[in-house]
């Protein structure tokens, strides 16, 4: 693993501008899918709209708060996979988990569960493997940064989800006032 991600790519270190495109194309397709459920009156881009963004969010705070905790230090930075700088907020500090392997996994497996296409849920994943993958090969994670980030997206996705039908069959139901953006645990 270690000369798959330290000397694969031979870049020490990418510019962390050209991969944020990734973080911000998922978020602004998850309010995209939401708007257009409203605007066009269609009640399952609304609710693949509320599960996108809410496992968005879910996902990343959950994230956010490991990293803050553990503060793995990238692999650019050191050649020792255990090195630890806890409680910084620095971003050569920040590798575990990979927040782009989360949010690209939570947005696969929301999406996934919503289509009954074998592959379109292939091509979902894949492309979610394919973000994770990338980050290990511009040597930006260790191995189980993208895997631990992958688990993440996956479980918050799939529990997001579940929720999700929970509440808008409580609203169809007229048991419950819709709160749009963010399932409340």
Do not use: C, M
């Not at 990238?74 to 927040?99: A, C, H, M």
């Amino acid at each position: 693993v270690k000369i798959f991600s330290q000397n694969l790519s031979g870049n020490k270190f990418t510019n962390r501008d050209d991969e944020e495109w990734a973080v911000y194309s998922i978020l602004a397709a998850s309010i995209a899918v939401y708007i257009y459920g409203i605007t066009g009156s269609k009640e399952s881009y609304r609710e693949t709209g509320v599960s996108l963004i809410s496992s968005v969010f879910y996902s990343g705070l959950i994230t956010s708060g490991i990293k803050f905790l553990t503060g793995r230090n990238r692999p650019y930075v050191t050649e020792n996979q255990n090195d630890f700088s806890p409680f910084s907020t620095e971003y050569t500090s920040t590798s575990f988990p990979s927040g782009h392997s989360t949010l690209a996994f939570t947005f696969a497996t929301v999406l996934a569960n919503r289509t009954d296409n074998l592959i379109a849920s292939i091509g979902l994943y894949s492309f979610a493997g394919y973000i994770a993958l990338s980050r290990v090969y511009h040597n930006q994670h260790w191995l189980s940064d993208i895997l631990f980030g992958a688990a993440i997206g996956y479980f918050v996705g799939r529990y997001i989800e579940k929720e999700t039908g929970k509440k808008f069959e409580n609203i169809k139901r007229g048991n419950e006032i819709e709160f749009p953006i963010f399932i409340a645990l």
